[in-house]
Structure formats: structure tokens, C-alpha cells
């Protein structure tokens, strides 16, 4: 029996230099009815036609059929993946970026294998998604929890819609679709520019949609781009990300808060003044008269200031996790070792101490009394710096803002 086809959607946008990387990926795949959808959103650094030329030597038989497009300009990430989808042909659909990869050769077979233990109204299988370093060599954690992995399972969409009303907990990558999905529920909201993964989740939980979880991992998703906070000096990328965050909130969860118990209601709460003073603050009052930023400061001073001091305690939090902390417990030691041999009133002195005839005992102890004290002057020094550096600009940005 035919095998039904399935279209896998590469979407590119300035990662040009891993697109071969994710095509290897594809082409590698044992299933037998693949269709592959390239589509570049308008950068420049896309070659299509060594794309082309590429996948016509390296495609086998098992690859049925495959289509390049480039955006004449940016359109931004959900126009460019609705595009995709409209030129695809696949029952089956699944999304993901050009700097990422499928984990191994077995995900599309392990996909339509998931469809078929599913009765045939359901539209969704999503799975496991592995966060990877900038070389996708190291394993940094799994996008999906355990603890989140039995909420996907268990809760009904509705419930699943109010657990993801704070935090996205269901992968934009890594998870496949019925075609017949945007049929019923229409393509991705373009409303929104960059987000497409958060706010149908939201929506599609919200209307009753069952995301099904199989526990296999699909993609090595590359640490990086503005959803990491790494988009350097594209300013206008992350005032649009910032943007799409915060409409989603509004539009997405906001209108829906009956849907929420009481707890999910205040963390919502709490969670959107922050988001919406963080939006207003960097954005919309930015170019504002005195007056109107004197105000807003005015008004949100309490949330500002709760906002400015967790940052501060989290920063911390992750430095104590550390490798900052880690080498201030070793030069800790080796100074407590060194304490051990010498009178302890004396100890930090005597390190620098010169003996004319120093015995090897005592030389060594000193060595290491010497090195566990320049490692803990070392990452004290680093994590004084890291925070200077980064809260002194937010200081200086608050500062310039009010006057």
C-alpha cells in the first residue's frame, strides 16, 4: 500500500550557512513519500540555486518532489510559513527551521506511525525537542519536562490552554499536522509576525484541539535566534518578537481568564502587567515627552522595582549554578587547606610572605594558598563585572529615560 506524503517545511531566514545541515537531515529519512518546501523569507545570504542543485544530486527516490521559494522581501515567520503550507501537497505536515535538524533517520516514520495508533479525527502529533549548543554537538536540555510531558498527555485541551496561559510548554518544531488542520481551523494567525508556534497552540487548545505526545525525539533544535534573546542589534526582529509576545497575552489569553483557575489567573495577571510595562517601557514610551515617561515610571514604580530586584535575584540564582561559583568553591578549598597548615590570623598575609630558605612543605602550601586566592579574586571579579555590565546599562537606560 502507498505510503501518504508528507511535506516537511524548512523555513529560512539568515542561516543560510546550516541549510545543508537540515536538508541532510531530511534526505537521510527511511520513509518512502517525502515532499520537501523550502521557503527563505527575503535574506540575502540564500543561494537557491546551489539549493537546487544540491537536492537534485542528493535526493533518492523516496524524495517524490520538492519546491524552493524566495521571498522577493521579508514578509516575517508566519506569512513565510503560511506560504509553505499553501505550495505544499503532503497529508501530512511538519515545520521546522533551517539552522535545526531531524534528531535521526527514523522521525517521519515515526510520526505517520504515531497517526496511525490515533483514531482518525485527530490532527495533531507533537513530540520531544532537544536543545542543542550553536554546534548541535552538546545537549543542553529537552524542551519538554517531564512534569510537562504528563500535563500534554493527560489534561484535557481546554486545561492544557489554561497550563500554557504563562509559559509556551508545546513545541513549534517537532510537532506534525493533518493537512485538513488549517482546513478547519484556518493557517497560522497573521496578526502576529515572528510567534506562529505560541498563539496556535493556544488557540487550537482553546477550541478543543488534542496536541497527542509520543515520546521520541524529533529535532535538535540549535541554541541561538530571537527567541534565545541572541538576535545582536536587530532591534527592529526583537521589537517585533517583544510585540508578538505581548498580543499574544492579550488577545490569545487575556479574553479567556474564565477558562483559568484562580491560581493560573494570578500568575496570568502578574505575568502581563510585566510583560505590558516591559513593552511600554522599551517601546511605546521611548520616544514619549518627559512628562508622559515621568508618568509611566509613576505608575508602574512597584513593578518596575519588583521587576529590577528579581532579575537580580535570579542572576544570582544562576550564578550559584554556575561555573563562576564552581571556581569560587575551588579557590575556597584550596585556601581552607592552606588556612589548615599556618596560623589562621595570619594566613591571608603570610601567603605573600618572602622566606629565604623556604622548606618544600611550606613553599607548596604557600603555591596553594597563593592560587586558591587568585581564583577566588578571579571569579568574584568576573561576576562583579558580568553584573556591572549588564545592570549598569539598564541603570543608565532607566536614568536617560526619565530625564
Known amino acids: ?3 501518504p506524503l508528507i511535506s516537511i517545511i ?5 542561516n543560510y550557512r546550516y541549510i545543508y545541515e537540515a536538508l541532510d537531515s531530511i534526505l537521510c529519512q527511511d520513509y518512502l513519500n517525502i515532499e520537501i518546501i523550502i521557503s527563505n ?11 537546487n542543485q544540491y537536492l537534485t544530486k542528493n535526493k533518492k527516490q523516496n524524495i517524490k518532489n520538492f519546491i524552493i521559494n524566495n521571498n522577493k522581501k521579508n514578509i516575517g515567520t508566519v506569512k513565510n510559513v503560511n506560504k509553505a503550507i499553501k505550495l505544499s501537497k503532503g497529508k501530512y505536515i511538519t515545520i521546522f527551521a533551517a539552522d535545526d535538524t531531524l534528531y535521526n533517520s527514523q522521525v517521519v516514520t515515526k510520526f505517520i506511525n504515531s497517526f496511525n495508533t490515533l483514531p482518525k479525527n485527530e490532527l495533531i502529533v507533537t513530540s520531544q525537542v532537544d536543545m542543542y549548543d550553536v554546534r548541535l554537538k552538546k545537549i543542553i536540555q529537552p524542551f519538554i519536562s517531564e512534569t510537562n510531558k504528563e500535563k500534554i498527555r493527560k489534561l484535557t485541551p481546554k486545561k492544557l490552554f489554561a497550563e500554557m496561559s504563562t509559559q509556551c510548554i508545546l513545541p513549534g518544531s517537532g510537532t506534525c499536522y493533518k493537512r485538513e488542520i488549517f482546513k ?3 493557517y497560522f494567525d497573521e496578526k502576529y509576525v515572528l510567534v506562529e508556534d505560541y498563539s496556535s497552540a493556544l488557540r487550537l487548545s482553546r477550541l478543543g484541539v488534542k496536541y497527542n505526545y509520543f515520546d521520541f525525539i524529533s529535532i535538535k533544535h540549535r541554541d541561538g535566534g530571537i527567541s534565545h534573546g541572541n538576535i545582536i542589534g536587530d532591534t527592529s526582529a526583537i521589537s517585533k518578537y517583544d510585540l508578538d509576545i505581548f498580543n499574544i497575552f492579550k488577545f490569545e489569553v487575556l479574553p479567556y481568564l474564565n477558562l483559568l483557575n484562580e491560581r493560573q489567573k494570578k500568575e496570568f495577571i502578574k505575568k502581563y502587567k510585566d510583560i505590558e510595562w516591559k513593552y511600554s517601557y522599551n517601546y511605546k514610551y521611548k520616544n514619549g515627552t518627559k512628562i508622559q515617561r515621568r508618568k509611566f515610571v509613576i505608575e508602574n514604580f512597584n513593578i518596575i522595582s519588583y521587576s529590577f ?3 537580580i535575584f535570579n542572576d544570582i540564582s544562576d550564578q550559584v549554578k554556575g561555573k563562576k561559583f564552581m571556581l569560587f568553591l575551588i579557590g ?6 592552606y588556612s589548615f597548615n599556618v596560623d589562621f590570623g595570619s594566613s591571608f598575609f603570610s601567603i605573600f610572605s618572602i622566606e629565604k630558605n623556604p622548606d618544600w612543605s611550606n613553599s607548596i602550601n604557600k603555591t596553594i594558598g597563593f592560587l586558591g586566592l587568585f581564583i577566588v579574586t578571579l571569579s568574584i571579579t568576573m561576576t562583579i563585572f558580568l553584573f556591572s555590565k549588564k545592570y549598569a546599562i539598564q541603570i543608565y537606560k532607566f536614568i536617560k529615560f526619565i530625564f
Open 184 to 186: 478547519k481551523y484556518g
Open 1 to 3: 500500500m502507498k505510503k
Open 309 to 311: 530586584f528579581k532579575n
Open 10 to 14: 524548512l523555513i529560512s531566514y539568515k
Open 41 to 51: 523569507d527575503g535574506s540575502d545570504d540564500f543561494d537557491q540555486k546551489s539549493v
Open 332 to 337: 575556597l578549598i584550596l585556601l581552607t587547606i
